[in-house]
T-cell receptor
Framework: NAGVMQNPRHLVRRRGQEARLRCSPM?????VYWYRQLPEEGLKFMVY????????ESGMPKERFSAEFPKEGPSILRIQQVVRGDSAAYFC??????????FGSGTRLTVV | DAKTTQPNSMESNEEEPVHLPCNHS???????IHWYRQLPSQGPEYVIH???SNVNNRMASLAIAEDRKSSTLILHRATLRDAAVYYC?????????????????FGQGTILTVHP
């Protein structure tokens, strides 16, 4: 059983471009969480999704950021018009319920 | 989620036991104590969790104070691969319908350095 798969592992974008980060949860997991870790900082919750629904997006920046978890396919975290401050490691976690967590290895976004 | 306090860093020698403390004086009766660790360039990894009684698993032991205001993660024989940031997190699995149930609130954690 593969773990939580995130791709790409590293992503470089120029300012103003769009970044798409993908997360494939573990098989049988219907809960997905996204976290962001800025350089030298701790992990911060961004959004919690179940299939086709956003449950809690209290940690998402109000503009340029969106997330989805469609019925089929991976969860996508989308950042439009990236800025240098978006450079960070983005981690996805999945769980079969509200409680158990398995994290992916993250996508490291660099905005140049 | 209630707040936890951990030392910024600790050091250990390889093959020696390590005791990582965590204070959580405002813990509620239904909060579970969870520990995660994050190895360099990796996502966080679950280590152990408990409510009142001490817990053991293949990775570590968790010692919980009788008043539950503090806990200690014990690595019985540290290896170089245990060098990581260790996070102590409180979670209430039975929140009253709020949106906190799905997320973990990470503090700064303790940076553990293991010397050969």
């Amino acid at each position: 059983n593969a773990g939580v798969m995130q791709n790409p592992r590293h992503l470089v974008r120029r300012r103003g471009q769009e970044a798409r980060l993908r997360c494939s949860p573990m098989k049988g997991h219907s809960h997905v969480y996204w976290y962001r870790q800025l350089p030298e900082e701790g992990l911060k919750f961004m959004v919690y999704l179940q299939k086709e629904n956003i449950i809690d997006e209290s940690g998402m920046p109000k503009e340029r950021f969106s997330a989805e978890f469609p019925k089929e396919g991976p969860s996508i975290l989308r950042i439009q018009q990236v800025v240098r401050g978006d450079s960070a490691a983005y981690f996805c976690a999945s769980s079969p319920d509200r409680y158990g967590y398995t994290f992916g290895s993250g996508t490291r976004l660099t905005v140049v | 989620d209630a707040k936890t306090t951990q030392p910024n860093s600790m050091e250990s020698n390889e093959e020696e036991p390590v005791h990582l403390p965590c204070n959580h004086s405002t813990i509620s009766g239904t909060d579970y104590i969870h520990w995660y660790r994050q190895l360099p360039s990796q996502g966080p990894e679950y280590v152990i969790h408990g409510l009142t009684s001490n817990v053991n698993n293949r990775m570590a032991s968790l010692a919980i104070a009788e008043d539950r205001k503090s806990s200690t993660l014990i690595l019985h024989r540290a290896t170089l691969r245990d060098a990581a940031v260790y996070y102590c997190i409180l979670r209430d699995p039975h929140d009253a319908g709020g949106t906190s149930y799905g997320k973990l609130t990470f503090g700064q954690g303790t940076i553990l350095t293991v010397h050969p």
